[in-house]
Structure formats: structure tokens, C-alpha cells
């Protein structure tokens, strides 16, 4: 439905098809810069990043050569997320010899559950609703089941400490009238 909103019928499936892998792309790039490639600035080794990205740059033009006359545009979007994704487990391998830092493997697997949780209840909203269903209905409906299925799943499974943060805020304003 975000794709019918945001390039119209004609495009919208092009839209979709490129959607996953670009989404997958961007979470490898914001993990690898704003995590893994910290790591080279505190160990203040540059060559390290320079060789990671030019290693992740030459896996997007291998990958694109490969993919592109095969898949097309949903190709170059495949391309892209391995080559972020190569680039990020470069980072993460190499960067531990420029300084080491740690990496929160329980947080990030209980956050991995309940995005899958959410992505589940997503998929089955758009199910219900239909192919027909207007593109702003199904889209609200998603998003709005999205983020109460990822927030009751973050709670359940304590993402980044979600149950002291709902204990805090449920029970905020029943504190302050006792007091």
C-alpha cells in the first residue's frame, strides 16, 4: 500500500519488489556506519574503513553485474543489501582488531523476534484487507498494528528494557495521586 501512495498504480509494483531488499540495505548501512565503523574513529585506524568500504563497493558492482541483467531494478536492490550486509560483517570482523566493542547479541536477538512478530501481524492485516482495499486503509491498518504488535512484543521480551519503561509509564500517574 506505501507503494501505491507514494508512485501510483502504474509503478506500484516495481515499488514493492525493490521494498524489501532496499529496507534490508538500510539496516545493514545504519548497523555497519553508526556501530561496526565506529570501531576504526576510537582505534583511529582509517585504512581499516577505507579498505571495508571499497571492499563493500567492489561486492556492489560484482553483485550488480550479476543481478541486475537478471532481476532488473529489484536487482540493483539485492545488490546493494549484500553489499551492505558484506560490508557490515567486514566491519564488524575487521574493526575488532582497531578496538573492540561490544555487541549486544541478546538485545539485538529479542528485538529480531519481535520484528518478526510484527512483520507476521503486517502480513496478515494486509490479508485481510485485501489487494482491492484502499492503499490509505490497508497502509493505516498496518502501521497501526505494526506498532501495537511490536510494542506488546518488545515488552514481552524486554527490548532495550521496554517492561521497565511500561511499569514507569502505566504506573507514573497512580504513584503521584498516592503520594
Do not use: C, K, N
Not at 23 to 42: D, E, R, S
Not at 67 to 87: D, H, K, R, T
Not at 109 to 124: C, D
Request: glycine share 12%; hydrophobic share 60%.
Amino acid at each position: 500500500p506505501l507503494a501505491r501512495l507514494a508512485v501510483g498504480p502504474a509503478m506500484s509494483a516495481e515499488a514493492a519488489a525493490v521494498g524489501a531488499p532496499a529496507a534490508l540495505a538500510a539496516v545493514f548501512a545504519g548497523v555497519m556506519t553508526h556501530y561496526f565503523h565506529q570501531a576504526f574513529t576510537l582505534g583511529r585506524r582509517p585504512a581499516g574503513l577505507i579498505a571495508v568500504t571499497a571492499a563493500a563497493g567492489g561486492v556492489q558492482v560484482a553483485a550488480g553485474l550479476v543481478l541486475i541483467p537478471w532481476a532488473g531494478v529489484e536487482g540493483a536492490a539485492w545488490a546493494s543489501a549484500f553489499a551492505f550486509g558484506a560490508g557490515a560483517v567486514l566491519s564488524a570482523v575487521i574493526g575488532r582488531s582497531a578496538a573492540a566493542l561490544p555487541f549486544p547479541a541478546g538485545q539485538v536477538a529479542r528485538s529480531l523476534v519481535a520484528t518478526a512478530i510484527m512483520a507476521v501481524a503486517v502480513q496478515a492485516v494486509g490479508g485481510w484487507t485485501g489487494p482491492h482495499a484502499s492503499a490509505v486503509v490497508l497502509l493505516t491498518a498496518q502501521v497501526v498494528t505494526g506498532v501495537a504488535t511490536y510494542v506488546v512484543a518488545a515488552v514481552l521480551f524486554d527490548v532495550a528494557g521496554a517492561r521497565r519503561l511500561a511499569r514507569e509509564r502505566l504506573f507514573a500517574g497512580g504513584r503521584a495521586r498516592v503520594a
